[in-house]
């Protein structure tokens, strides 16, 4: 990795990881609309790093296309909890280590299970947070699944 390295790019040398890294304009609450467009990619292919909370206060993340929200319903029923939801900014940062807008599933302060998107799977090449704001990393979808062994759940809901 050419730029400043990060927990996450740390992570996937140390995983063998072969990633391509893609710097852009990074622009407060411009999600993964901006980074698409920036990176002339599909925003499918952008996948988000979510993390959220159960409502016994046990963290998680969700990878989840950038075009596509997370039924929260549908994962407390297979997380087997009641309620999930998005956790505010600070306690994101808390348990990922990660400022948010620059979170990466890979490297997180904090061991936290992985929910993936099933149908992420079917794109050859996804982009992932690098671990700032303004960075992602082009990389092969099935390298999410050795690297992080995530539950493989479908609970996108279209925007």
Known sequence: MKNAATPATVFLAQ??????????????HGGTGVSSSALG????????????ETDRGEPLIVLMHGDRK??????????????IFPCKPEVAQRHSGYLVGGTSPFGTRK??????????LDIPRIYINGGRRGYLLGMASSELVRVLSPVLVDVALVE
């Open 70 to 83: 997370v039924s929260t319903k549908e994962l407390a029923r297979i997380a087997g909890v009641k309620r």
């Open 41 to 52: 990619v599909p925003e499918h292919e952008v996948v988000k790093t979510l993390v959220m």
């Open 15 to 28: 995983h063998g990881v072969a990633c391509t890294e893609h710097l852009y304009e990074y622009v407060e």
């Open 111 to 120: 061991a936290m299970p992985v929910y993936l998107e099933r149908s992420v």
